[in-house]
């Protein structure tokens, strides 16, 4: 037993000391690696990632160095195709929503099944918990290896024609989605007329009224001045809470000594820890600092009662009927089972 421990630490010791910014016979380290966002700077999104690439560049002194590729640019913009571009080695580092992959990776609709998260306590406890785990495990065996949960808030509907209280309100909308098919099922279910397009594209699509409303988070809401493209009513529904997940391409992972892949560990934990500070600051009702400011910018927030919000939970039970076996029953009762709690 004492020998096998023994060997164990030498073995340990051996791998450190193979560890080197280039030692004989390892893998090469690439002179720069490229990490995708949607977002720059200064959503919390892009703080995240930003910090990330900077935390991992100064920590390891160069030895990876890391170069953010926002917009997502690196996939001609196309967030949908960006978690393809991980694991085939195109992109390096990402930090992406889950609702920008879950077309790519089924599992990952579960975070866009309406009304599941009530709160961010249960959005921790199901990221920081079994469920978070299997999901890592699932990107795993697709080539991308997760390293830390971030968030990009809870997404809420805004809207340039009407205060929006019940389905029948949003009959009929113009509603741009982020491009994930639950969240199409979701908004067709409650009446409203939801079209898919990337984000750079829904920008110009809301300012000349091309589409009448979008869902997004509060941060981002304000980050990219929607108030500014006729965004005037937003209803604070918290249909779908949207984490964010740092990730690392499994054969760049692998590429890194042990020491390194800490170091690129740690930053993505201390990156993400700063984004879910910012992401979540303010943003939850209308009394909320970040709100009343938009109230000032003329945006009219409508908060629902949860009498309300339980109405358009039963109008989309027919998303959860058809998307529950393609996520994974086991995955959503797991899910289920820890929102029981919060
Ligand atoms: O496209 C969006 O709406 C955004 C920026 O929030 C996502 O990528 C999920």
Redesign the pocket.
């Known amino acids: 037993m004492r020998k096998w421990k023994l060997l164990a630490a030498v073995a340990a010791l051996a791998g450190l000391g193979f560890a080197g910014p280039s030692p004989a016979g390892a893998q090469a380290y690439k002179a720069e690696y490229k990490l995708s966002t949607?977002?720059a700077r200064p959503s919390p999104?892009g703080v995240g990632a930003e910090r990330w690439a900077e935390l991992v560049t100064e920590r390891t002194g160069g030895r990876i160095t890391v170069r953010v590729f926002p917009g997502p640019s690196l996939v001609g913009g196309n967030?949908t195709m960006e978690f393809g571009a991980l694991r085939q080695g195109a992109i390096d580092l990402s930090v992406s929503?889950t609702?920008?992959w879950s077309s790519q990776v089924k599992e990952l609709s579960l975070f866009g099944l309406p009304f599941l998260v009530p709160n961010a306590a249960a959005l921790d406890a199901l990221t920081g918990g079994e469920v978070g785990a299997e999901i890592f495990r699932v990107l795993e065996s697709k080539g991308a290896v997760g390293l830390a949960w971030g968030d990009?808030g809870f997404r809420q509907v805004s809207n340039s024609k009407r205060p929006i209280r019940t389905p029948e309100d949003i009959k009929g909308l113009k509603i741009r989605c982020?491009g994930s098919p639950i969240l199409l099922d979701t908004f067709t279910a409650i009446g409203a007329n939801p079209t898919q397009m990337?984000?750079s594209d829904?920008l110009p699509a809301l300012a000349t009224g091309a589409v009448d409303g979008?869902e997004?988070?509060v941060s981002?809401f304000v980050s990219a001045k929607l108030h500014t493209m006729n965004q005037k009513h937003m209803t604070m529904w918290h249909y779908i809470a949207?984490p964010l997940i740092f990730a690392v391409n499994r054969d760049v992972w692998n590429s890194w000594s042990p020491e390194d892949r800490a170091i690129v560990k740690q930053a993505a934990l201390d990156a993400a820890r700063e984004n879910i500070a910012l992401a979540r600051e303010g943003v939850l009702t209308a009394g909320d600092a970040v709100l009343k400011q938009l109230a000032a910018e003329g945006v009219e927030t409508i908060d629902l009662t949860p009498g309300e919000r339980a109405v358009f939970r039963k109008a989309v039970q027919g998303v959860y009927d058809k998307w529950t076996p393609i996520i994974g029953q086991d995955l959503v009762a797991k899910a289920q089972a820890v929102v029981a709690k919060h």
């Open positions: 949607v977002l999104w967030q929503g609702n920008n990009n982020v990337t984000w829904a979008q997004n988070a981002i949207s």
